[in-house]
């Protein structure tokens, strides 16, 4: 599985963005998708996910209601969408798929095998 992610950008406090995370090679119904986020001199940290199937939703408590997480199988590609940003959201963000079948480590970044390059949040206070 090949993962693209782009959407990133320069954006105020309090703006929006949407990221996206384009797949290829396998369908993303059969995955589990998550959305990392790395900050310089930070470990990567989990921001979203959806389990395969795409029903289920996990959000780390920083950003639970202000991003969503989204699919469209037609187009095999994932999205973040990023509301009410804030500085502390600037970071380098990452999508990730895997097929781990635990809940528990939906979580955890090494649950995930395929990764993408990441692309660059950054909000101005």
């Known amino acids: 599985v090949q993962l693209q992610a782009s959407g990133g950008g320069l954006v105020q406090a309090g703006g929006s963005l949407r990221l996206s995370c384009a797949a290829s090679?396998?369908?993303?119904?059969?995955?589990?998708m998550g959305w990392f986020r790395q900050a310089p001199g930070k470990e990567r940290e989990f921001v979203a996910a959806?389990?395969?199937?795409?029903?289920?939703?996990y959000y780390s408590d920083s950003v639970k209601g202000r991003f969503t997480v989204s699919r469209d199988s037609a187009k095999n590609t994932a999205y973040l969408q990023m509301n009410s940003l804030k500085p502390e959201d600037t970071a380098l963000y990452y999508c990730?798929?895997?097929?781990?079948?635990?809940?528990?480590?939906?979580?955890?970044?090494?649950?995930?095998?395929?990764w993408g390059q990441g692309t660059q949040v950054t909000v101005s206070s």
């Open positions: 959806f389990r395969r199937g795409g029903v289920a939703t």
């Open positions: 990730a798929a895997g097929a781990t079948q635990i809940t528990s480590t939906i979580r955890n970044p090494l649950a995930y095998s395929y």
């Open positions: 090679g396998r369908t993303f119904n059969n995955l589990n």
